[in-house]
């Protein structure tokens, strides 16, 4: 199975402030990385997909970069509705294997 | 718009199985390049995967799960369903269903609600 791995497991940060997840795969994955965003009491939301590629709907504050084994998720501007937690995602091989997860929370 | 609705017992009992329903609606079960997937989330833990029916009827489960799980299509009704067996505590979680017109690189891009399920005598 491929482990990833996220850091950090939990990040304070402030409205206006740049954040930086990061995901790790335990063995090359190419581009084959989504982004989640969970809010409580609701649904995971895909945010971005292929490791860079924002799904359409999605502020273009959130961006995705990466490729192999090493991806990140950056919110350039936080916003309130923001604060949330995140999930990486491999999809390049099954089983499928999510991140532990980064909660996003105010300073 | 695709659209999914899960369904299913709230409370299950230990031992018994777990079935679940996930009604589609917005685009039909059989459409070329689907899948169709069950996460869930325990209590403090993060999101697992349990496993993924494609629209040609392949399916791929958690390794941790295969022995229990079972995913099926129902095409009649346009729904896909999760079944669990020999449940314990520890399947105690929201579980989700999702899915994908194959568009995403194998991202998940429509979720349902979930449902809490808790196993408990």
């Known amino acids: 199975d491929i482990q990833m791995t996220q850091s950090p497991s939990s990040v304070s940060a402030s409205v206006g402030d740049r954040v930086t997840i990061t995901c790790r795969a335990s063995?090359?994955?190419?581009?084959?990385l989504a982004w989640y965003q969970r809010k409580p009491g609701k649904a995971p939301k895909l945010l971005i997909y292929a490791a860079s590629t924002l799904r359409s709907g999605v502020p273009s504050r959130f961006s995705g970069s990466g490729s192999g084994t090493d991806f990140t998720l950056t919110i350039s501007s936080l916003q309130p509705e923001d604060f949330a937690t995140y999930y990486c995602q491999q999809a390049s091989a099954f089983p499928r294997t999510f991140g532990q997860g980064t909660k996003l929370d105010i300073k | 718009q695709l659209q999914l609705q899960e369904s299913g017992p709230g409370l299950v009992k230990p031992s018994e199985t777990l079935s679940l329903t996930c009604t589609v609606s917005?685009?039909?079960?059989?459409?070329?390049?689907?899948?169709w997937g069950w996460i869930r989330q325990p209590p403090g833990k993060g999101l697992e995967w349990i496993g993924t029916?494609?629209?040609?009827?392949?399916?791929y489960y958690s390794p941790s799960l295969k022995s229990r799980v079972t995913i099926s299509v129902d095409t009649s009704n346009n729904q896909f369903s999760l079944k669990l067996s020999s449940v314990a505590a520890t399947d105690t979680a929201v579980y989700y269903c999702?899915?994908?017109?194959?568009?995403?690189?194998?991202?998940?891009?429509?979720w349902g609600r979930g449902t809490v399920v808790t196993v408990s005598s």
């Open positions: 063995q090359g994955i190419s581009t084959w």
């Open positions: 029916i494609y629209y040609s009827g392949s399916t």
């Open positions: 917005g685009a039909s079960i059989t459409s070329s390049g689907y899948f």
């Open positions: 999702a899915s994908s017109d194959g568009n995403y690189w194998g991202a998940f891009d429509v």
